[in-house]
């Protein structure tokens, strides 16, 4: 299989990659081929032909370097990105951070996220019950908290791109001040940093119904040449790139022509 990506006669661009799934759900499960084998055989029905792997960093006792590498061997059509996903558990990222540093050189990405705001024990963005966190509060206060979070992330030297990067809207929730306002010291460093953000298709099924992230956040990544990557955060084989026909139209609108691939953490950039 040919893995240079085509061109569509019509507008639309084609999307290929997937950066953002999660075989193991939200559970420990040991990387096998039996695991791991439905996703590829699900990625090329969907036109994918490079895919990462990125299950949250506390179940990193499943990833299995090894099994990714016969996974390859069985696979040749189908780019397989050995990633994982940086978040801000306060309970696990400590040790997230160690096997990352420890594994570098054998993963390809790394995303980096965030989940918990003032409550350790509780992800924000669990439906329903993180709702409950922003009951109260000051809008405005809580997403300048979450992007100061988001900074610390980028600024981590650990990940190559920020994943779900507007993910404190997901209950609906919406700032008084202009949202470019109080992303724009966040991206600014993600651009100095040479970092990617990722197109979300996952907020499509979230309460919120809105890409990651939304419209006024990418205009203004665009406007600092900020790459981007697409993903649909998919924890079943049968989310792998999800409504990504949805996804090409609003890229088509916003006039995206590029998408961005990791190897070793090189990113690659390809024309659509």
């Given at each position: 299989?040919?893995?240079?990506?085509?061109?569509?006669?019509?507008?639309t661009?084609?999307l290929?990659?997937?950066?953002?799934s999660?075989?193991?759900g939200?559970r420990?499960?040991?990387?096998?081929q039996?695991?791991?084998q439905?996703?590829?055989?699900?990625?090329?029905?969907?036109?994918?032909?490079?895919?990462?792997?990125?299950?949250?960093?506390?179940?990193?006792?499943?990833?299995?370097?090894?099994?990714?590498?016969?996974?390859?061997e069985?696979n040749?059509?189908?780019?397989?990105?050995?990633g994982?996903?940086?978040?801000n558990?306060?309970?696990?990222?400590?040790?997230g951070r160690?096997w990352?540093?420890?594994?570098?050189?054998?993963?390809d990405?790394?995303?980096g996220?965030?989940?918990?705001?003032?409550?350790?024990?509780?992800?924000?963005?669990?439906?329903?019950?993180?709702?409950?966190?922003?009951?109260?509060?000051?809008?405005d206060?809580?997403?300048?908290d979450?992007?100061?979070?988001?900074?610390?992330?980028?600024?981590?030297?650990?990940?190559?791109?920020l994943a779900?990067?507007d993910?404190?809207?997901?209950?609906?929730?919406?700032?008084?001040?202009?949202?470019?306002?109080?992303?724009?010291?966040?991206?600014?460093?993600?651009?100095?940093?040479?970092?990617?953000?990722?197109?979300?298709?996952?907020?499509?099924?979230?309460?919120?119904?809105?890409l990651?992230?939304?419209?006024?956040i990418?205009?203004?990544?665009?406007?600092?040449?900020?790459?981007?990557?697409?993903?649909?955060?998919?924890?079943?084989?049968?989310?792998?790139?999800?409504?990504?026909?949805r996804?090409?139209?609003?890229m088509?609108?916003f006039?995206?022509?590029?998408?961005?691939v990791?190897?070793?953490?090189?990113?690659?950039?390809?024309?659509l």
């Amino acid at each position: 299989m040919n893995n240079t990506p085509s061109l569509q006669r019509s507008n639309t661009p084609v999307l290929f990659s997937d950066y953002h799934s999660h075989p193991q759900g939200h559970r420990v499960q040991h990387y096998t081929q039996a695991l791991l084998q439905p996703w590829i055989d699900s990625a090329p029905v969907k036109g994918i032909i490079d895919i990462a792997f990125t299950d949250h960093d506390r179940y990193h006792a499943g990833v299995d370097f090894d099994e990714l590498d016969r996974l390859r061997e069985k696979n040749p059509g189908v780019k397989i990105r050995a990633g994982i996903e940086l978040d801000n558990d306060p309970e696990t990222s400590g040790a997230g951070r160690k096997w990352i540093e420890q594994n570098w050189e054998r993963l390809d990405f790394v995303l980096g996220s965030v989940h918990y705001l003032s409550r350790a024990d509780q992800m924000f963005d669990s439906v329903p019950e993180g709702a409950q966190q922003f009951t109260g509060r000051d809008i405005d206060e809580l997403y300048s908290d979450y992007f100061r979070r988001v900074r610390e992330m980028a600024a981590s030297g650990l990940v190559d791109c920020l994943a779900h990067l507007d993910l404190v809207k997901i209950h609906g929730h919406r700032p008084r001040a202009p949202v470019t306002e109080l992303v724009d010291e966040t991206l600014e460093l993600i651009r100095t940093r040479k970092l990617a953000i990722e197109l979300s298709t996952a907020g499509w099924r979230k309460p919120v119904n809105e890409l990651y992230p939304s419209d006024e956040i990418i205009t203004l990544a665009i406007e600092k040449k900020i790459p981007f990557t697409i993903a649909s955060d998919a924890h079943s084989w049968a989310q792998l790139g999800e409504n990504y026909e949805r996804l090409a139209e609003k890229m088509s609108a916003f006039g995206i022509c590029e998408v961005c691939v990791y190897e070793e953490h090189r990113r690659i950039a390809h024309r659509l």
